[in-house]
């Protein structure tokens, strides 16, 4: 399908916004829920939880956007409440108890520097309307390389902890016997971000790609925005990745967000 096609007689959107798309968008996730509880994924319940949330908060958020857009203060605000979503989200991913908060640190280091780089070179406009958007796709890509690398880092560690001790009784300091330990299977958490790269273009066509076709730029324009997204991902995540085994190396986030597992 191509862009021309995929926009005329919608007003030059992917899908048109009709009861249609509603009713279709309703079966999917029934098909969804279903499919996970057949499957004994253990997930049916949070599949629908996470179907119904989206529906009410891409709802409020359409309600304020608009409104939102027109001030630089208020998208910094509306930023910043996505940067906590995220921490949170991310933080009760990989521990539990206090321990969360220190998610801050990894998408934090992933997304601040990027978006200060873009904003100081011109490259992104400060307006809301440009902001909250590139934030957003940076957040979400902090965010899913810090919930992963934290999972897989912790779950290593809790797996081999024999490894871990004897790797003390050999000398090591309990900050590079646990990174030895877990440093690969908390690489694997850019796995995801690596084979979107890849198969760009050949696989997918990203968001960022075919809405900017859809708005009338052209395929090089679109195709430039769409790498320098993904080239940023990789860093916002490779960043986030090597912050968060720093973390669980030092002890200060663990499993249970108490006392180290290892210690």
């Given at each position: 399908?191509?862009p021309?096609?995929s ?5 030059g959107?992917?899908?048109p916004?009709?009861?249609v798309l509603?009713?279709?968008?309703a079966a999917?996730?029934?098909a969804a829920?279903?499919v996970a ?18 529906v009410v ?9 608009t409104?939102?857009?027109g001030s ?5 605000l509306?930023v910043?409440?996505?940067f906590t ?8 991913r990989?521990t539990?108890?206090r ?8 998408i934090g280091a ?8 873009l904003?100081?070179?011109g490259?992104l406009?400060p307006?809301?309307?440009?902001v909250i958007?590139v934030?957003?796709?940076l957040?979400g890509?902090a965010?899913?390389?810090?919930s ?6 912790l ?5 081999r902890?024999?490894e871990v ?6 000398g090591?300091e309990e ?6 330990i877990?440093?690969?299977a908390?690489?694997?958490?850019l796995v995801p ?6 198969t760009?273009?050949l696989?997918?066509l ?6 900017m ?6 395929p ?8 320098f ?10 960043a986030?990745v090597?912050?968060v ?7 200060l ?9 290892v210690?």
């Amino acid at each position: 399908m191509t862009p021309s096609a995929s926009g005329s007689g919608s007003g030059g959107q992917l899908l048109p916004v009709t009861p249609v798309l509603g009713v279709a968008t309703a079966a999917l996730l029934l098909a969804a829920v279903a499919v996970a509880g057949w499957g004994l994924l253990g997930h049916g319940h949070a599949v629908a939880r996470a179907g119904l949330r989206a529906v009410v908060q891409l709802a409020a958020v359409a309600a304020v956007i608009t409104w939102v857009v027109g001030s630089l203060w208020w998208s910094a605000l509306f930023v910043l409440l996505m940067f906590t979503v995220a921490v949170h989200t991310a933080g009760r991913r990989m521990t539990r108890g206090r321990g969360w908060v220190w998610a801050a640190a990894p998408i934090g280091a992933g997304v601040l520097p990027v978006l200060a780089l873009l904003l100081a070179v011109g490259l992104l406009p400060p307006k809301g309307l440009s902001v909250i958007p590139v934030s957003g796709i940076l957040i979400g890509g902090a965010l899913t390389a810090t919930s992963l690398a934290g999972r897989r880092a912790l779950d290593e560690l809790r797996q081999r902890r024999g490894e871990v001790e004897a790797a003390l009784a050999l000398g090591f300091e309990e900050r590079d016997a646990r990174l030895e330990i877990c440093r690969t299977a908390a690489a694997t958490s850019l796995v995801p971000a690596l084979d979107q790269t890849r198969t760009v273009g050949l696989v997918t066509l990203p968001g960022a790609f075919v809405g900017m076709l859809l708005g009338g730029a052209s395929p090089v324009q679109a195709g430039a925005v769409q790498l320098f997204v993904l080239i940023g991902l990789l860093a916002v995540e490779s960043a986030a990745v090597v912050v968060v085994l720093e973390l669980v190396g030092r002890g200060l986030v663990t499993a249970s967000g108490g006392a180290d597992p290892v210690g």
